[in-house]
């Protein structure tokens, strides 16, 4: 596709709910990431993966998220029990390497009743 | 860990006016990325530095690396409603692929 593709754009969860975020990365691009925006805030990192490895997973904030991307192409954030405070956007990015500019997709908005 | 700041947050502009945004990383970065989110939208790549002192222009912008390789600086010039929007830096250090992205400055241009 022409850029990254995510959905649903919006979700509503409410507390306790499991919620599984998609991200359909740009076709060729072996690096993906995903971020968290709060409000007002910058992306903070999330995950990446380089094709099906992922190879660093240290800014997922509790074992209630999980991420894969099984087949190296399209990719899958899963919150499970959700809170409050995960409410945030969801955005997914991917790249042709590690270092190379970010192609971010236009995002989930998470909100968590 | 890493930090990345930036300032200022907010910047309201008459058009047509000049902008400056800073940013200020706690460690030495290997490159530094600014992005540009319109409202509503997500983060737009806009240009990387990766030398020290490095400076790079895109038509009316102006980016500049610092020469320790901790701060750099977007500067736009005579200022358009089109440049409304939110303008973050985001460095990586040593792990080439990990982005800190600054909170952002929100400029805003009264035509």
């Known amino acids: 596709g022409a850029g990254v593709s995510q959905s649903p754009r919006y979700k509503v969860a409410k507390r306790g709910q499991d919620v599984a975020l998609r991200c359909d990365p740009i076709s060729g691009h072996v690096s993906l990431f995903w971020y968290q925006q709060a409000l007002g805030q910058g992306p903070e990192f999330l995950t990446y993966?380089?094709?099906?490895?992922?190879?660093?997973k240290s800014g997922l904030p509790s074992d209630r998220f999980f991420a894969e991307r099984p087949e190296g192409s399209v990719s899958t954030l899963k919150i499970q029990r959700t809170q409050q405070e995960d409410s945030a956007v969801y955005l997914c990015?991917?790249?042709?390497?590690?270092?190379?500019?970010?192609?971010f997709g236009n995002g989930t908005r998470l909100t968590v009743t | 860990g890493q930090q990345v700041m930036q300032i200022p947050q907010y910047q309201h502009v008459q058009e047509g006016e000049d902008f400056t945004t800073y940013c200020n990383s706690s460690t030495t970065l290997s490159n530094i990325q600014w992005y540009k989110q319109r409202p509503g939208g997500h983060p737009v790549f806009l240009i990387q530095l990766v030398k020290s002192g490095e400076v790079k222009k895109q038509k009316r912008l102006t980016f500049q690396f610092g020469e320790a390789k901790k701060n750099s600086s977007l500067h736009i010039t005579a200022t358009q409603t089109t440049d409304v929007g939110t303008y973050f830096c985001?460095?990586?250090?040593?792990?080439?692929?990990?982005?800190?992205f600054g909170k952002g400055t929100l400029l805003t241009v009264n035509p």
């Open positions: 990015a991917s790249s042709t390497d590690g270092s190379a500019p970010l192609h």
């Open positions: 993966f380089q094709n099906e490895a992922q190879l660093d």
């Open positions: 985001a460095g990586s250090g040593g792990s080439n692929y990990k982005l800190t």
